[in-house]
């Protein structure tokens, strides 16, 4: 058995088939917590999930990109060049306020495992200081109400961070051993990594291990580093497709290739990397075993 601690098959890109591919990954013994990134995704992650006696579970939450004022969202620019462009690979963001209890409803689900995605996000920034400032509060003061919201329903919390770990990690010191969770797709330096650890937090890696990526740090160097008994794996699914599955779309069981390169990278076999990374999301995800 795997899991994949984070794809995303209840996006568009999966709006003809999510069946299938949810089908096809179960069948091969691989399960997959789906995440929401706005209210209308977060809810159609839990319905599909509770489609599903186990092996399929949903993460609720608002992801900082979604807070800002509409904006084009080219999903070529995380993923890599030279990659045939479909329709969901390029979206448009949909301002959102996150409303507390709006989502505190939909985490009444038992399906519901996580907080997520949600975080900061300094990418796609406004070149005026005074609304650079701005926005980063209002993700900031987002973030805030969704780390209260796992406090009260007692769940781990799906973080994205994305040019921000200092700012990440100032925000999260005062929560230290109070809540539990994973930096997703990781890709902070190495010293960042070690207070994340010391915070008490996992890390998720995804196929952009396996692509050459000069503006970001060695993820060899950060995964060599880190105890396995810290890493969940994950796909991203529908981005970052590992180069060895030769697919335009990536989905939940091309998981096998992250756990393959993470095996090289730690000198042990794959199958040691899926059983100990399945207990890891087992035990923070609080899913039966």
Request: one cysteine or more; hydrophobic letters at 35%; a negative charge.
């Amino acid at each position: 058995m795997i899991i994949d601690t984070h794809g995303h098959i209840s996006f568009n890109a999966f709006k003809q088939d999510a069946d299938k591919v949810l089908e096809r990954t179960l069948k091969e013994d691989t399960w997959v917590i789906m995440p929401g990134t706005q209210f209308s995704t977060s809810k159609r992650s839990v319905e599909i999930a509770e489609q599903y006696q186990e092996g399929v579970y949903a993460a609720i939450g608002l992801h900082p990109i979604h807070l800002a004022e509409k904006r084009r969202v080219d999903v070529q620019e995380v993923q890599s060049e030279n990659v045939k462009e479909e329709e969901w690979m390029t979206f448009g963001t949909k301002e959102e306020e996150f409303s507390y209890e709006k989502y505190k409803e939909l985490g009444q689900s038992k399906k519901v495992v996580a907080i997520g995605e949600c975080g900061l996000d300094y990418y796609y920034e406004p070149k005026s200081k005074e609304k650079r400032q701005a926005e980063r509060l209002k993700q900031k003061s987002t973030l805030a109400q969704q780390v209260k919201l796992a406090y009260e329903l007692d769940l781990p919390i799906i973080f994205h961070c994305r040019k921000a770990h200092e700012d990440l990690l100032e925000f999260l010191k005062p929560h230290k051993g109070k809540i539990r969770g994973v930096i997703h797709c990781y890709t902070g330096d190495l010293k960042q990594a070690e207070q994340f650890y010391n915070l008490g937090f996992s890390f998720g890696f995804n196929g952009l291990i396996l692509k050459d990526v000069p503006a970001l740090p060695s993820p060899k160097e950060i995964i060599g580093a880190l105890p396995l008994e810290r890493i969940v794996l994950e796909t991203d699914s529908p981005y970052l497709v590992p180069p060895e599955a030769k697919a335009e779309r990536n989905e939940p069981l091309f998981i096998q290739y992250v756990a393959e390169e993470i095996a090289r990278i730690k000198g042990i076999l794959p199958e040691e990397v899926a059983y100990i990374t399945t207990a890891n999301a087992k035990s923070l995800f609080s899913i039966p075993t």
